[in-house]
């Protein structure tokens, strides 16, 4: 793992077939902060800002399926929760950054968390848009499967808008019934009053 500048600030691995953690890094030092760092920034900065590209995924293993497919417009946050520093890297490299989660519940989850550490530093000129991937699918998986130009050509033609995405979200959250209608209401409410 990489800081901005490309020296080695530590180690990164994933567990091959079944086990937890899936991810595991470096303990954090002085030096090593995990909330800081987007893996594949140092790499792939220059071709981001050269495509004015960029896909925000899950794990490492999304980042280089993405390179290898010549697709070298892929960060990721080191197994934890995206944080709101690196967020205002993404928006820094990128105004229209797609972030594109698992197919899967937990992948929709990290999509909202997401979402709500980024309406604070929304501003008219920020796109970003979210994809989501089918039931079951990553990045690598769908890499593997359909190519690198069927993955840009989701980006392009299947990503979503952040207002299509945060109502969506909200959607759900409510479920059905006046409570839910309730709790909706009161989450949009405190949501927007974060925005600038």
Not at 85 to 90: C, D, H
Not at 150 to 163: G, I, Y
Request: aromatic share 8%.
């Amino acid at each position: 793992i990489r800081d901005r500048r490309g020296r080695v600030v530590g180690f990164g691995g994933r567990v091959l077939g079944e086990g937890e953690p899936k991810y595991l890094n470096s303990p954090e030092t002085s030096w090593f902060h995990k909330s800081d760092l987007l893996y594949g920034f140092s790499e792939h900065r220059d071709s981001i800002r050269k495509s004015k590209q960029l896909v925000v995924v899950e794990g490492y293993m999304d980042v280089l399926a993405l390179a290898a497919h010549d697709l070298k417009i892929g960060l990721a946050p080191l197994g934890t929760a995206i944080g709101e520093r690196q967020i205002r890297e993404i928006f820094r490299l990128c105004d229209s950054p797609v972030f594109s989660f698992d197919g899967d519940r937990a992948g929709r989850q990290a999509a909202w968390r997401a979402l709500e550490r980024m309406m604070p530093l929304l501003k008219a000129e920020l796109t970003p848009r979210f994809l989501y991937l089918p039931e079951g699918e990553d990045p690598d998986s769908l890499l593997k499967a359909e190519g690198g130009d069927a993955f840009q050509a989701r980006l392009t033609d299947e990503s979503k808008p952040v207002l299509e995405t945060w109502l969506l979200g909200l959607k759900n959250l409510a479920g059905q019934g006046a409570d839910g209608r309730a709790r909706m209401a009161k989450k949009a409410d405190a949501m927007l009053a974060t925005m600038t």
